[in-house]
């Protein structure tokens, strides 16, 4: 597709339970950045991608969340164990490789997964 | 990090201009303002981005004063369809890795198109 395409777009799970978000960036693209957004609130940066390797993990906000990128493509995101402060959008935006100054290439963002645990 | 300022709220009449301002007055000198807009349910859509002189595509103009401390992201004819909530961000660079970006969104202006 044109776009950046994330799956499911609506997942209700159980508290405890882990879930697995998938990624598919615009083709071509190699930076890949996932995002939350809790109701009402503003975007929550995550994780970052270069390829495949993670340079930028400072959002994840506990070890139940991991991140991986595999053919410098497809990108899952895994909560493990997971609670109800974890419910909001998980957002994903990708962009096109950069120079070494600052970034002249805009993120595109999919419109999301919205995550709902019980 | 330079960090943006918008006023929390705006109204517009249909088929007028909008324009929204931001202050950036920490802004650093390769940073580039970028300004996105979210439309309830839907992802952030990438509007325009500037770093010095001023920009124009379909969607939007971007006004971006001389000291670069602030801009105007303006919409010629708004629709019903742009109301919208508008962020204006200013392109972070990693502290430690270079050319490691991420955008930093604030709370934005909730743009309100009346008919």
């Known amino acids: 597709g044109a776009g950046v395409s994330q799956s499911p777009s609506n997942k209700v799970t159980e508290k405890g339970k882990d879930v697995e978000l998938r990624c598919d960036p615009i083709s071509g693209h190699t930076a890949l950045y996932w995002y939350r957004q809790s109701l009402g609130q503003g975007l929550e940066f995550l994780i970052y991608?270069?390829?495949?390797?993670?340079?930028?993990k400072s959002g994840l906000p506990s070890d139940r969340f991991s991140a991986e990128r595999t053919g410098g493509s497809v990108s899952t995101l895994t909560i493990q164990r997971t609670q109800q402060e974890d419910s909001a959008v998980y957002l994903c935006a990708s962009s096109l490789e950069w120079d070494r100054a600052f970034s002249n290439s805009p993120l595109h963002f999919g419109n999301g997964t919205r995550l709902t645990v019980t | 990090d330079a960090k943006t300022t918008q006023p929390t709220s705006m109204d517009c009449a249909e088929g007028r201009a909008a324009n929204l301002p931001c202050n950036h007055s920490?802004?650093?000198?390769?940073?580039?303002v970028y300004w996105y807009r979210q439309i309830h349910s839907q992802g952030p859509q990438y509007i325009i981005h500037g770093l010095k002189n001023n920009e124009t595509n379909e969607m939007a103009s971007l006004i971006i004063t001389e000291d670069r401390k602030s801009s105007t992201l303006i919409l010629p004819h708004a629709t019903l369809r742009d109301t919208a909530v508008y962020y204006c961000i200013v392109r972070v660079a990693h502290a430690v890795i270079q050319g490691a970006q991420k955008l930093v969104f604030g709370q934005g202006t909730r743009l309100t198109i009346n008919p």
């Open positions: 991608f270069q390829g495949n390797s993670a340079p930028d």
């Open positions: 920490t802004i650093s000198g390769n940073e580039y």
